[in-house]
């Protein structure tokens, strides 16, 4: 399919889309997804489709918002949610090169330890990539810090809750998603830098990037052209969210300039020809470091701001997010080169799910099927080992009793395999003595590893122990 060149309406170079994508096909997939839109009653989607070097698709669907009916441009906003994250993992890097802060650096020594508390602080010491990873041992937000809808800085911010940031399993060992840590990580770089991390991000991830309408505020002109989000419910409005840590979750941007982020990622740091960040600092992007799992040698898992996933036997890497009114996710395959953006207008996960799965689907179509590992053969004393009941070790948001959920390992009929609760049995194919893997996915995606006679079990399916 040919589309038509276009010049941005806000000043971006013309991008080129002579696509190989065949016209009937993305047609469908457009009118798949503005079906998904008008079967939940939605007001707008938008959906940007690209590779390394071309934009096959970029589409509104629907309109601006029921008071306003007119249909979605290019110069329309939308909020991203938490893939504002993957750009403040831009930002830590861009300062780690300039020499300001190293990713492994200990936040006790960047930050007062009157706003956070560690415990295991000379056993276990926080890091910056352990911000960014979630692998600080803390819980997510405090309700109370969710729902402070007032524009604050990162300072004043971090001081209305700090008893929400106490450790409450030691840093660098597992994952639990918090946006407290990314917000914290942004106000250590304004610290290190000695600037304001908002400026920041605009001198060197956006511009750079040629992103100009990118902000993590509410200017006048996201006022102007932001499209109306709205609840479960799609005609019951949400009002703006000013997100407490704006490094987490806050970021507006006209979807059409996403296009350059997804094309940074799929050319590995280059630009327009140019290279902005290396192959190593996006590959750190996609690679968790400082859980058990990690460094049992698990590369599947949570990096900077980007988290792998399997789809049809392919991993594919990207973020999701919710910004109250909106939902959105990224998608990207190193193996085809291509990648796609997509965000609604309600918030509800079962249309995004169905539209993630067709663009999804269009990631893969092409691929070959990968051969998975070799099969590890493990002796009959590490089977014995892993074998039991696991207790739930960590938790994003605790209610009374979370640590009795259980989670059974066990072997039968020469099979190893594991479930959670009363759940189906799921089993474990061994890629190592410590890394496991489902039928069907092309690598490791869960470590069971000893540490300090205990045994940890790590994946997808959460953080469970048993001694």
């Not at 008071?67 to 110069?75: E, M, W």
């Not at 890097?93 to 020594?109: I, M, N, P, W």
């Not at 207790?391 to 190893?416: A, C, D, K, M, Y």
Request: overall charge neutral; hydrophobic content about 35%; charged content about 20%.
């Amino acid at each position: 399919m040919l589309i038509k060149p276009y010049v941005s309406l806000i000043g971006l170079a013309m991008i080129s889309t002579t696509a190989q994508a065949d016209s009937a096909e993305l047609d469908n997939i457009v009118k798949q997804l503005d079906d998904i839109r008008a079967q939940h009653g939605m007001a707008s989607a938008y959906v940007l489709m690209v590779d390394r070097n071309q934009v096959f698709m970029h589409k509104g669907l629907g309109i601006r918002s029921w008071d306003d009916q007119s249909p979605v441009t290019d110069q329309d906003y939308y909020r991203l949610g938490s893939i504002s994250k993957a750009f403040t993992g831009l930002a830590l890097l861009q300062a780690e090169q300039q020499g300001c802060l190293k990713l492994t650096d200990k936040v006790r020594d960047l930050t007062p330890e009157a706003l956070y508390t560690n415990a295991w602080g000379q056993s276990h010491p926080m890091t910056l990539a352990m911000l960014m990873e979630h692998t600080a041992g803390w819980y997510d937000m405090s309700w109370f810090e969710f729902k402070y809808n007032v524009p604050e800085p990162l300072t004043a911010a971090l001081k209305l809750r700090p008893d929400s940031r106490v450790a409450a399993w030691p840093p660098g060992t597992q994952r639990i998603y918090s946006n407290s840590g990314p917000g914290m990580a942004g106000w250590v770089l304004e610290q290190a830098c000695d600037t304001d991390f908002d400026r920041y991000l605009k001198k060197h991830v956006f511009k750079p990037l040629e992103m100009p309408s990118a902000t993590l505020n509410r200017t006048p002109e996201v006022e102007k052209d932001l499209v109306g989000g709205y609840n479960t419910d799609p005609k019951e409005p949400i009002r703006y969210w000013h997100f407490l840590f704006r490094p987490s979750g806050a970021m507006n941007v006209r979807p059409i300039e996403m296009t350059h982020f997804l094309q940074l990622l799929l050319n590995r740091g280059k630009h327009q020809g140019k290279q902005l960040f290396s192959e190593a600092q996006i590959k750190r992007m996609e690679t968790p470091t400082t859980t058990l799992a990690s460094n049992a040698g698990l590369e599947y898992g949570y990096g900077l701001g980007i988290y792998a996933s399997t789809h049809k036997g392919h991993v594919l890497y990207g973020h999701g997010g919710d910004a109250d009114g909106y939902l959105t996710r990224f998608s990207y395959s190193k193996e085809s080169g291509k990648a796609f953006f997509v965000v609604i207008t309600m918030f509800d996960n079962k249309p995004l799910r169905a539209m993630r799965g067709v663009l999804e689907d269009w990631l893969v179509k092409d691929l070959p099927k990968l051969q998975p590992p070799a099969r590890h053969r493990l002796t009959d004393q590490q089977v014995s080992a892993l074998m039991g009941d696991y207790q739930r070790s960590s938790i994003r948001f605790p209610r009374p009793g979370w640590e009795q959920n259980t989670l059974t390992v066990r072997h039968q009929n020469n099979r190893l395999e594991y479930r959670q609760g009363n759940a189906r049995w799921r089993e474990l194919l061994p890629v190592s003595s410590q890394l496991f893997r489902h039928r069907g996915e092309p690598e490791a995606t869960i470590a069971i590893v000893a540490d300090q006679g205990t045994m940890h079990f790590q994946g997808a399916a959460g953080n469970w122990s048993k001694d």
